[in-house]
């Protein structure tokens, strides 16, 4: 599966913005999908995953209350929207996919099958 990570840029501490994320080349619907991030000098870190059907999310801490996941299996299309955004969620973006049957496990970046080109988030204080 190819996955293309879009949405990110400059934005003001605060706001808010959504990132997208479009599959192709396999079917969506058998890859549990996450979103992990990687700051300067800092190690890839989970963000957020959601299962195949989309019933179950779960979210990092740093993140929980201020993002949401979703993603639409018509438009092979997953989204995470951030509001309230931080210096701290200054980071790349990354975009990923997984055979996991499940969202339990997902937060190890090391298992990931599949992985996008990342998108840049800044957060200007």
């Known amino acids: 599966v190819q996955l293309q990570a879009c949405g990110g840029g400059l934005v003001q501490a605060g706001g808010s913005l959504r990132l997208s994320c479009s599959a192709s080349?396999?079917?969506?619907?058998?890859?549990?999908m996450a979103w992990f991030r990687q700051a300067p000098g800092k190690e890839r870190e989970f963000v957020s995953a959601i299962s195949r059907a989309g019933g179950t999310t779960t979210y990092a801490d740093s993140v929980k209350g201020r993002a949401t996941i979703s993603r639409d299996n018509a438009k092979n299309t997953m989204y995470l929207q951030m509001n309230s955004l931080k210096s701290e969620d200054t980071a790349v973006y990354y975009c990923t996919a997984d055979r996991s049957l499940s969202t339990a496990g997902i937060n190890n970046y090391s298992a990931i099958d599949y992985w996008g080109k990342g998108t840049l988030v800044t957060v200007s204080s």
């Open positions: 080349g396999s079917t969506f619907t058998r890859y549990t």
